[in-house]
């Protein structure tokens, strides 16, 4: 049987299962494949369970979600007149270039070289 060129290195599974490792996970087989893709098999997360009780709540979440519901947030306003602003900006620019492709369009012995 005639050797094959190699599809991988030593050093690229090494690099896979070192990653894998660094990211807090196990790896329990490499397989690679013929084409020399590089597979790697971890151990499954455990699952969660539906029925667990919930952990007791943070306060603080209840307070924040309270404190947003009972006034609205001053910056919503500034938000929506800086959007409005940036809109006429860019409709003013938009005509500005289209003015500019008009003049363009004129051939350059009709244009007025003093503008």
């Known amino acids: 049987m005639a ?12 690099a896979a299962v070192r ?18 893709s ?5 151990v499954p997360l455990p699952v969660a369970s539906e029925t667990a009780p919930d952990p007791e709540p ?3 979440d209840k307070a924040i979600e309270d ?22 900006i860019r409709g003013q620019a938009r005509a500005h270039r289209r003015t500019d492709a008009a003049r363009q369009a004129v051939p350059r012995r009709m244009r007025n070289p003093w503008p």
């Open 3 to 14: 050797r094959h060129r190699l599809t991988f290195r030593q050093r690229d599974v090494t």
């Open 67 to 88: 404190a947003f519901k009972s006034k609205p947030n001053p910056w919503d306003k500034l938000v929506e007149d800086d959007i409005a602003k940036m809109r006429t």
């Open 19 to 36: 990653a894998v490792e660094r990211a807090g996970r196990q790896v329990t087989r490499v397989r690679i494949d013929q084409d020399g």
């Open 58 to 60: 943070n306060p603080w």
């Open 38 to 42: 590089i597979i790697v098999d971890l």
